[in-house]
C-alpha cells in the first residue's frame, strides 16, 4: 500500500515565476492537507481539501490556491513566487480530519 | 503568543534516560491533540494521538490537561534512534497548528 506521495522531490524557480505542486494521498484517504515548513519551524497550516472544496485555510495569501480531484489528488499552486516562498511544502492525507500521514515534501527554493 | 508552544530543547540525554517534553496550547475550544516525530530533513511521522484520559504506547506515553491546556510526552528507557524532533500538534475545525519542536538528541 503505497503511502502520500508528492512530486517534484525539488524545484528552483525564480521570483515573480508560479509553480505547481502535487500530492497523491494514501489508500483509502479523502482528505488532503498542505504545510509549508521552513527551516527551524514547525509546518504552517496552509489549507484542507475534502470533498473537491476547501474546507479550511490558514493565514496564508490567495497567491496560495489550491485543488482537489475526484481521485482526491490534489494540487498547490503559488503565483508571483517571492523569496520567502522558500520552504519544504508538505502535504498530508487523513480519513476527514483524524490522524494525519505526511509525503515526503518538495523542496521549493526561489531565486 | 503562539497558539501552540514548546520548548525547543535541545535536550541531551544518555541512553535509557527518562525524557519529557511539555506543549502548552492557546485555544480552549481546541479538539484533538497529537504528537509526531520529524527526522532531519524527513516529514514528520505521527508518533501518537493524546487522549483525555492519557494513553501509552510502549515506551511512550501522552497526557492532556484541557483545564491547564497542556500536553505533555513522556519517553522512557531513550534510545539512540529516539533522536529526533518532536512536534506537539493541537487540532480546531480541521486546522492543525504545530509547535516549533523540541530536538532530542540520546547519546551513547
Known amino acids: 500500500d503505497a503511502g502520500v506521495t508528492q512530486s517534484p522531490t525539488h524545484l528552483i524557480k525564480t521570483r515573480g515565476q508560479q509553480v505547481t505542486l502535487r500530492c497523491s494521498p494514501k489508500?483509502?484517504?479523502?482528505?488532503v492537507s498542505w504545510y509549508q515548513q521552513a527551516l527551524g519551524q514547525g509546518p504552517q497550516f496552509i489549507f484542507q481539501?475534502?470533498?473537491?472544496?476547501?474546507?479550511q485555510r490558514g493565514n496564508f495569501p490567495d497567491r496560495f490556491s489550491g485543488h482537489q480531484f475526484p481521485n482526491y489528488s490534489s494540487e498547490l499552486n503559488v503565483n508571483a513566487l517571492l523569496l520567502g516562498d522558500s520552504a519544504l511544502y508538505l502535504c498530508?492525507?487523513?480519513?476527514?480530519?483524524?490522524?494525519?500521514?505526511f509525503g515526503p515534501g518538495t523542496r521549493l527554493t526561489v531565486t | 503568543r503562539k497558539e501552540v508552544e514548546q520548548d525547543p530543547g535541545p535536550f541531551n540525554v544518555p541512553e535509557g534516560a527518562t525524557v519529557a517534553f511539555n506543549c502548552t496550547y492557546s485555544?480552549?475550544?481546541?479538539?484533538?491533540f497529537f504528537w509526531y516525530r520529524q527526522d532531519c530533513r524527513k516529514e514528520p511521522k505521527l508518533l501518537m494521538s493524546?487522549?483525555?484520559s492519557g494513553n501509552e504506547d510502549g515506551r511512550f506515553t501522552a497526557q492532556l490537561n484541557r483545564a491547564s491546556q497542556y500536553i505533555s510526552l513522556l519517553i522512557r528507557d531513550s534510545k539512540l534512534s529516539d533522536s529526533a524532533t518532536y512536534l506537539c500538534?493541537?487540532?480546531?475545525?480541521?486546522?492543525?497548528?504545530f509547535g516549533a519542536g523540541t530536538r532530542l538528541t540520546v547519546k551513547p
Open positions: 498530508a492525507s487523513s480519513i476527514l480530519s483524524y490522524e494525519q500521514y
Open positions: 500538534v493541537v487540532n480546531r475545525n480541521n486546522d492543525m497548528r
Open positions: 493524546v487522549y483525555s
Open positions: 485555544n480552549s475550544a481546541s479538539q484533538s
Open positions: 489508500s483509502g484517504h479523502d482528505t
Open positions: 481539501y475534502y470533498e473537491e472544496e476547501e474546507r
